[in-house]
């Protein structure tokens, strides 16, 4: 599953959805720029009593815009650690 912000914060009905669907584990994944981070750590205190969280934002380049993640990186770098999740 996978949810896109369009911005810096995961909304209550985002999380509602999530919650709907079954979901138990999320990877959060954010601009690794200083603001990115810092969203990214809000909204992790934000839902994590309701998600097993997992941060993706560090397995980005330093400074990468989630949007510059190629297909590549996404199935070398984040496919292998969703699926290790999944065991």
Same mark, same amino acid.
């Given at each position: 599953?996978?949810? =896109?912000?369009? *911005?810096?914060?995961?909304?209550?009905? /985002?999380?509602?959805?999530?919650?709907?669907?079954?979901?138990?584990?999320?990877?959060?994944?954010f601009?690794?720029?200083?603001?990115? %981070?810092? %969203? *990214?750590?809000k909204?992790?205190?934000k839902?994590?009593?309701?998600?097993?969280?997992?941060? *993706?934002?560090?397995?980005?380049?330093? *400074? =990468?815009?989630? =949007?510059?993640?190629? =297909?590549?990186?996404?199935?070398?770098?984040?496919?292998?650690?969703?699926?290790?999740?999944? /065991?």
């Amino acid at each position: 599953n996978t949810v =896109a912000c369009y *911005g810096i914060e995961i909304s209550k009905y /985002q999380t509602k959805l999530l919650i709907d669907m079954g979901v138990t584990t999320l990877m959060v994944m954010f601009d690794n720029d200083e603001k990115g %981070r810092e %969203r *990214g750590i809000k909204n992790i205190e934000k839902i994590s009593h309701l998600f097993k969280i997992v941060n *993706g934002t560090q397995y980005l380049k330093e *400074g =990468a815009d989630i =949007a510059e993640t190629s =297909a590549d990186d996404i199935e070398t770098v984040i496919k292998p650690i969703l699926t290790n999740l999944e /065991q």
